[in-house]
């Protein structure tokens, strides 16, 4: 007969009967090592720059596989990553699209990880693979098309988009705006296809005119071209004029993809999903709900106007999907995903989208996009502080003025290796510009006050 495992053994299972009297020691364990790192780094992030921050991790880590296990484990590496981390809960980390996730949607992950179903095969996820039939109609709804499936992110949604279009066109060629995600044009390599034509967008957006002309030069290549337009993007948050755009895509025969990975958002904000107007006429929409949707990564979709697009993905293994068990009524998983091991991150999605419904969702989304319009006037109104232009979404581009392009990449890398603040940076008009991401719902007017006195105070005179 086997010896049970002691109550305080880390090698006891996180599910089964037993599971939960596991888990609630070590849950408080590592909210006590969760707080006892963020009050140790002190601020947005850890100070001291990339050597000082990985030589903290060395120490903490010291010998990776010890032969004996260490009881303290837990709690030390805990501890070493909340200190190490860059934390988007903190009104001064505004660098990236890095949301500050919901906390009733890290509890809802908390059940994936004990449970570990897999959705590819329904007996390892029976409930699991029907609320994600459920909630992914749902949004793809939202967004004016038929289904979705479920990805980790926009850049594996925007390769299934083109390899989508690749298949039912019998292939494709990719045309976007300079202003398009990096994944886009490397989607296109990873998928064999001809290089992408690049339509410029002169003002931060892809220009119409330009993509008539393209798309004009393009005539031969009817009904197998794909046109990306982007709702939201990375360096300023603009979005192309979609109703023109999908109007030229009409005229000439092109399949339409939307990247909304950033914007997608807006559809739950009635003050603001009139933005997206012109989504609905997409082929393909990329959403993405670990940006502006409060998610823990990942939460990535890929929307779809013709379910049978879907068709290409589907797999046959017999240890997973026999036909004698899908014409019994088993449901076929493999044909909703590139990929086979696949956790159900459908069930964080769900739980945010019953606790906090259309209109808590969308208060989320009106509490950023405000904040970032403040923002954007204390800089206007400040005499040492240019800003770019007025915010789309959440996204505020500034720097100081008079400042050199290398000026401002100095300053934002003293923030940084001071432990300070958290700024991206981006390249537009051919000038560099700091960037403010704001997706945290709770930061204060004093916040964004207190930002822009820590960037004039690094900034040389």
Same mark, same amino acid.
């Given at each position: 007969?086997?010896?049970?495992?002691?109550?305080?053994?880390?090698?006891?299972?996180?599910?089964?009967? +037993?599971?939960?009297?596991?888990?609630?020691? #070590?849950?408080?364990?590592?909210?006590?090592?969760?707080?006892?790192?963020?009050?140790?780094?002190?601020?947005?992030?850890?100070?001291?720059?990339?050597?000082?921050?990985?030589?903290?991790?060395?120490?903490?880590?010291?010998?990776?596989?010890?032969?004996?296990?260490?009881?303290?484990? #837990?709690?030390?590496?805990?501890?070493?990553?909340?200190?190490?981390?860059?934390?988007?809960?903190?009104?001064?980390?505004?660098?990236?699209?890095?949301?500050?996730?919901?906390?009733?949607?890290?509890?809802? +992950?908390?059940?994936?990880?004990?449970?570990?179903?897999?959705?590819?095969?329904?007996? &390892?996820? $029976?409930?699991?693979?029907?609320?994600? !039939?459920?909630?992914? @109609?749902?949004?793809?709804?939202?967004?004016?098309?038929?289904?979705?499936?479920?990805?980790?992110?926009?850049?594996?949604?925007?390769?299934?988009?083109?390899?989508? !279009?690749?298949?039912?066109?019998?292939?494709?060629?990719?045309?976007?705006?300079?202003?398009?995600?990096?994944?886009?044009?490397?989607?296109?390599?990873?998928?064999?296809? $001809?290089?992408?034509?690049?339509? $410029?967008?002169?003002?931060?957006?892809?220009?119409?005119?330009?993509?008539?002309?393209?798309?004009?030069?393009?005539?031969?290549?009817?009904?197998?071209?794909?046109?990306?337009?982007?709702?939201?993007?990375?360096?300023?948050?603009?979005?192309?004029?979609?109703?023109?755009?999908?109007?030229?895509?009409? !005229?000439?025969?092109?399949?339409?993809?939307?990247?909304?990975?950033?914007?997608?958002?807006?559809?739950?904000?009635?003050?603001?999903?009139?933005?997206?107007?012109?989504?609905?006429?997409?082929?393909?929409?990329?959403?993405?709900?670990?940006?502006?949707?409060? &998610?823990?990564?990942?939460?990535?979709?890929?929307?779809?106007?013709?379910?049978?697009?879907?068709?290409?993905?589907? &797999?046959?293994?017999?240890?997973?999907?026999?036909?004698?068990?899908?014409?019994?009524?088993?449901?076929?998983?493999?044909? @909703?995903? #590139?990929?086979?091991?696949?956790?159900?991150?459908?069930?964080?999605?769900?739980?945010?989208?019953?606790?906090?419904?259309?209109?808590?969702?969308?208060?989320?989304?009106? &509490?950023?996009?405000?904040?970032?319009?403040?923002?954007?006037?204390?800089?206007?109104?400040?005499?040492?502080?240019?800003?770019?232009?007025?915010?789309?979404?959440?996204?505020?581009?500034?720097?100081?003025?008079?400042?050199? +392009?290398?000026?401002?990449?100095?300053?934002?890398? @003293?923030?940084?290796?001071?432990?300070?603040?958290?700024?991206?940076?981006?390249?537009?008009?051919?000038?560099?510009?700091?960037?403010?991401?704001?997706?945290?719902?709770?930061?204060?007017?004093?916040?964004?006050?207190?930002?822009?006195?820590?960037?004039?105070?690094?900034?040389?005179?």
């Amino acid at each position: 007969m086997s010896t049970p495992t002691p109550p305080e053994h880390p090698a006891r299972l996180a599910s089964g009967p +037993d599971g939960p009297h596991a888990l609630r020691p #070590l849950l408080d364990t590592v909210l006590d090592a969760l707080d006892s790192g963020r009050r140790a780094r002190g601020g947005p992030l850890p100070a001291g720059g990339p050597e000082a921050v990985a030589a903290r991790v060395r120490d903490a880590v010291g010998e990776v596989l010890p032969e004996h296990g260490d009881p303290d484990a #837990l709690r030390g590496l805990v501890h070493a990553l909340a200190e190490g981390a860059a934390d988007p809960a903190d009104p001064l980390c505004a660098a990236h699209l890095h949301c500050p996730p919901l906390a009733v949607a890290t509890a809802a +992950d908390l059940a994936v990880s004990a449970l570990n179903p897999s959705l590819d095969s329904w007996d &390892q996820a $029976p409930a699991a693979s029907e609320l994600e !039939a459920l909630v992914t @109609r749902t949004l793809a709804h939202e967004a004016g098309l038929a289904d979705s499936v479920v990805t980790t992110g926009g850049t594996e949604s925007n390769q299934l988009a083109l390899l989508l !279009a690749r298949e039912s066109c019998g292939g494709v060629r990719l045309v976007c705006g300079a202003n398009a995600h990096h994944s886009l044009p490397r989607a296109a390599w990873l998928l064999g296809l $001809p290089e992408p034509v690049v339509v $410029p967008a002169p003002s931060g957006t892809l220009d119409p005119a330009a993509l008539h002309s393209a798309l004009t030069d393009l005539g031969g290549a009817r009904g197998s071209l794909l046109v990306a337009a982007t709702a939201g993007t990375t360096d300023a948050g603009l979005i192309d004029p979609l109703p023109e755009i999908a109007g030229l895509c009409a !005229a000439h025969g092109a399949r339409l993809h939307i990247d909304a990975a950033h914007g997608g958002g807006l559809l739950f904000s009635e003050r603001h999903r009139d933005k997206l107007t012109g989504l609905e006429a997409a082929h393909t929409v990329t959403l993405d709900l670990h940006k502006l949707g409060w &998610q823990p990564v990942a939460a990535g979709l890929l929307a779809v106007r013709h379910p049978r697009d879907l068709a290409v993905l589907h &797999q046959r293994a017999d240890y997973l999907n026999a036909g004698d068990d899908t014409e019994a009524g088993l449901p076929d998983l493999l044909g @909703r995903s #590139l990929r086979t091991t696949r956790r159900p991150d459908v069930l964080k999605i769900a739980v945010t989208l019953k606790a906090l419904g259309r209109r808590g969702l969308g208060a989320l989304v009106d &509490q950023v996009c405000s904040r970032a319009r403040e923002f954007a006037d204390l800089i206007h109104d400040h005499p040492g502080f240019e800003l770019h232009d007025r915010p789309t979404i959440s996204t505020v581009l500034f720097r100081p003025a008079g400042a050199t +392009d290398d000026a401002v990449a100095a300053v934002r890398r @003293r923030l940084l290796t001071e432990g300070r603040a958290v700024l991206g940076r981006a390249r537009l008009d051919d000038r560099l510009w700091l960037k403010a991401t704001l997706l945290n719902p709770d930061t204060r007017t004093e916040d964004l006050a207190a930002l822009l006195k820590l960037v004039e105070g690094s900034t040389p005179r």
